[in-house]
């Protein structure tokens, strides 16, 4: 499947043919309708007591079982992940064996699988992986044919990247050249990554660019030939460069409040399918072909219903036909482009629920296709569609043993933000009782140019569980709802509208009397754990506990630690948060950091910290631990040794579920799961940090960093 993922450009700290005439409205998604009473549901009442029994927290942070699954180009083989040794690993079976026949390829020992590919010829699986969280990733190969050949282990990974300290980004798997992979990597200059062609069969490497013009990302051609170049300009806009050999030529720009980003080369070699909002009353994100010897533009698509951004592309692998276009509205909208996809949509969309669909197809063959299905009851299930006879295969669910008629229901919301402006959300209501007087928990996503969507997330559905309503916000600076909105909240962050769009929700709830004004907390990860530190600090009376994973609490001493290759993006991120260099900013930075307003948060603290994050530093945990400390606040502390920016392994993912669930029980009374299994109670205990011992660098404003 080769999807384009389209999101604000720009740093993350949490997570790349023509029209037709088909009738646009054919083949969206179905909204759901809301129960008849808002938000009830029928035979409840408000009493927990009827809840649904408890889930296991191992069902929700667990491995799955099964994931991912990716079927080779040649159409005869199925490689996916499931876990080996206790660690989530890649497999490999023949189409036609069962899952229990599968051989593991794959015999990581520390840490998960995070991504995989196979080469366009199928000799090789190559994958991404890290060293303890610090995305320092090197790309390894392995020979799926040594592995189908024998009854051995996995065996040994080959490193393609084999130097400490760089971090490998993938580039381009050449389809007319199997035989090489296009490579970034900062080995001369840790800001800069430059460009090598990479043989998998000898680890040869040869550099093809010296990346010495500040280029952010890079596109190739099916060849593997790099065309375009892209990179920040000095006022934070993008810059498109056609490449030929050693001549640069700008041929497209758009400034830091718009978007412009190449994808995927056309099949006719000359044009560049590219995503785009640039222009007079452009706000939603389109695609468009663009042709970068011309400069001419042709519009592919636009949201019909001129609601959101473009949201992902379908193409076939094989032909690198355009097959559909899709859309995130409340929920997911597809659109094809292909007669014969229309066919097989309706036929799925038929015979599978309803939900969110994905697609997969493999290199050389339009033969099968994958296509999965996610619900807010389903994390996931997996088909296999034979695009000849129309058959239909159950693959398998990702999270069999998560019980579905157990889970709760998640609606799209909108509700009204203090200026008039209407918020995007999601509600997620406990099954099994009427929305009033709920405990509630406010959980912000990260990025935070990015947005949630309606479908599975395992957090809501775990706090549901324990009784609580979860509100889901996609505040202004959140991405997926038009230019205009992502900027409003650039330098918005703390004490602007981005902070005040999740007071405006829980003050909707509390007017709409589903939440109980004394039982709200607030928990997120990345930009929601900044938001969680921002709540407690500028909203004291708001909020009886918060969660802070991986936030920030200084935005000075943030941006002043940003990873080096994030240098190329500097100017942006300078202009939709701040820059410290900048004296009057740099005051702003100040009053927006919790950190400063630490002698207002009185409601109790969980800060959870991956040690070896290298997005927001360790310190950023350390700092706002130790002012609380120091204040005598309410304050616990995780942190784990082996993690970055987000956990990956399953204990740690454990542990830290059951440190939230006993935490928000205590403070905000939703149900508990009091037992604990004796390994996942030890690890938890080895997570758990004396905040006596924390020690954290003095932080002065004049010299603009830690000491």
Known sequence: MKWIKITAIGLVLAAIKLMTTFPQSAFSQPEHPAPPTRFSQSNTNANSENLPPLIDRQVFFGDPQITGAQISPNGKFIAFKKPFDDVLNVWIKRIDEPFSAARPVTAEKDSPVPTYFWTPNGEYILYLQDKGGNENYHIYAVDPERVLASESSAPQARDLTPIEGVKARMISLAEEDPNAIVVGLNDRDPALHDVYRINPNTGERKLLVKNDANIAAWVADREGNLRLA??????????????????????????????????????DGKRVYMTTNKGENADL?????????????????????????????????????????????DRQRIYPKNEQFARELQ????????GIFSFFFPANTDRLMLVSVERDIDPGTTYLYNRDTGDLELLYESRPDLPSDRLSPMYEIRYPARDGVEIPAYLTIPNGVEARNLPVVIFPHGGPWVRDRWGYNAYAQFLANRGYAVLQPNYRGSSGYGQAFLNAGNEEWGTGVMQHDLTDGVRFLIEEGIANRDRVGIFGASYGGY??????????????????????????????SIPPYWKPIEQEYFRRVGNPEDPQERQRLQRQSPLFSAEEIEAPLMVIQGANDPRVKKAESDQIVVALRELDRDVKYLVAPNEGHGFRRENNRLAVAAAVERFLGRYLEGRVQEDIEPQIQERLQSLTVDIDEVTAPQFSLETQDNR
Request: with cysteine; net charge negative; charged share 20%.
């Open 230 to 267: 892209v990179r920040t300009t000095s006022d934070g806009g993008r810059e498109i460069l056609r490449v030929e050999g050693e001549n640069w030529t700008s041929v497209y720009r758009c400034s830091f409040q718009e978007s412009c980003n190449p994808q995927m080369f056309h099949k």
């Open 531 to 560: 938001a969680t530190l921002a709540g407690l600090a500028f909203t004291p009376d708001l909020y009886a506990a918060g969660i802070s994973y991986v936030g920030p609490s200084n935005l000075i001493t943030l941006i002043n």
């Open 285 to 329: 994100t389109r695609l468009v072909l663009f042709n970068p010897d011309t400069q001419e533009t042709e519009l592919v698509a636009v949201d019909p219903q001129r609601e959101v951004d473009l949201g992902s592309v379908v193409f076939s692998d094989s032909s690198d036909e355009l097959l559909a276009t899709v859309y995130y509205s």
């Open 347 to 354: 036929a799925l969309k038929s015979a599978l629920p309803d």
